[in-house]
């Protein structure tokens, strides 16, 4: 006969938290050194929080890979994807606010333990680097320092755990790739692109046309504003060739593939339509997500530049300096950022095909 299973031992909240291990987990240096430091606790507790919301954001961002990462994302998958980005921007914008608690710290009694801390850095942040590498910060973007790779400065075990990761496909390829398989560009004998390029081109015409009867503006005052109105017609015509697309992305200057920076800006421009309300609150997901991070790079900069002045790091980089040129460098989902550039006001919008209308709509009330 099966014995009876053994009663669970009785669940309290601190057995359940394992508060006694977590809550023994602040060991000041300085205490060790019998030269104790009143601000080491804060310093120790703002780090060990950061890590858990490190721990925390990796969990969602797994989730959001495990569902973009399926041949076909099924539609009805996708409002958790939406759940779990805008969870992580949340949680981006408490990793944001702590700093302020951090800086109730003075630089002098900063300088009560800092001594202690070398070699150690935040620059060695296992989990800081995942979430980079899952959000698809690319190796070629980084900014280096004294010559040396991001990961050269972990354990050799994280450092293998952290370069495989970077091979693995990044939040930013399989949002791409899921674009780039939209359908609705082309349907039955409308296409999307077409219909936008000759709207555009319309617009750009009639401000022409504005600018050159306008009887207010000087010869000189015309000429400035023509110019400024060829550079904007510029603008578009690159995204209108899909070669002249290319060689931006070649040099650098774009990384969306061209298939999905059209569906991008489709779903942009015609969000109000039902199939699109999810796709767009994902897109600008990402760049809440991308400017909280770079919010937090700046933060982060000028807390250093409070605490330590132009000194060098402990991890041995250039301190604020390098921080300072982190925040423009490693920024992810600037394409998404641009497609304003791009966007026209809905009055001159093609109007969609009443199908194509219906297919991107609510059918219930049929
Ligand atoms: C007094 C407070 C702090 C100072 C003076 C400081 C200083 C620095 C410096 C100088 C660097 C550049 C690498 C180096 O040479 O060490 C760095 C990098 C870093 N720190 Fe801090 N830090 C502080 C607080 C924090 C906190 C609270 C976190 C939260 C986890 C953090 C996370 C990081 C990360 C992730 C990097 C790597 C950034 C990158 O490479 O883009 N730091 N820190």
């Not at 939406?82 to 949680?91: F, T």
């Not at 199908?355 to 049929?366: K, N, T």
């Amino acid at each position: 006969m099966p014995r009876a299973a053994s009663p669970p031992a009785s669940i309290t909240y601190s057995r359940y938290l394992r508060l006694d291990t977590l809550l023994d987990c602040q060991q000041l240096q300085s205490v060790k050194v019998r030269k104790p430091a009143h601000d080491e606790m804060l310093f120790i507790i703002t780090h060990q929080t950061y890590e858990l919301w490190f721990k925390q954001i990796l969990h969602e961002l797994d989730a959001v890979l495990a569902i973009m990462g399926q041949p076909v994302v099924p539609e009805r998958e996708l409002g958790q994807v939406l759940r779990y980005l805008e969870r992580i921007a949340a949680i981006q914008r408490v990793l944001v606010e702590q700093i302020g608690i951090l800086e109730s710290m003075t630089p002098l009694d900063f300088l009560d333990f800092r001594d202690l801390l070398a070699p150690s850095s935040g620059f060695q942040s296992v989990q800081f680097r995942h979430i980079e590498n899952r959000l698809g910060l690319q190796r070629t973007r980084r900014v280096g320092y004294n010559a040396m790779s991001y990961e050269s400065a972990l354990p050799s075990d994280a450092r293998r755990r952290v370069k495989a990761m970077e091979n693995r496909p990044s939040l930013f390829s399989l949002i791409e790739q899921w674009l780039a398989r939209m359908p609705f560009l082309r349907f039955r004998d409308y296409d999307f692109w077409q219909a936008y390029r000759h709207n555009v081109q319309a617009m750009l015409a009639k401000d022409r046309a504005a600018i050159e009867h306008n009887a207010m503006l000087s010869a000189q005052a015309k000429t400035i504003q023509l110019g400024e109105l060829d550079k904007t017609r510029e603008n578009f015509e690159t995204v209108f060739d899909a070669t002249r697309y290319q060689a931006l992305v070649d040099g650098g200057q774009r990384r969306l593939s061209y298939a999905a920076f059209v569906s991008a800006l489709m779903i942009h421009l015609y969000r109000d339509e039902p199939m699109f309300h999810t796709p767009f609150r994902v897109l600008t997901a990402l760049v809440a997500i991308d400017e909280d991070l770079s919010l937090w790079r700046y933060r982060h900069a000028l807390m250093v530049n409070r605490m330590i002045g132009s000194k060098i790091g402990t991890g041995g980089s250039s301190g604020q300096e390098y921080l300072q040129r982190t925040v423009e460098a490693h920024r992810i989902f600037t394409d998404y950022f641009n497609l304003s550039t791009y966007l026209v006001p809905r009055s001159m919008l093609p109007v969609l095909p009443e199908a194509l209308q219906r297919e991107l709509g609510f059918h219930w009330h049929d």
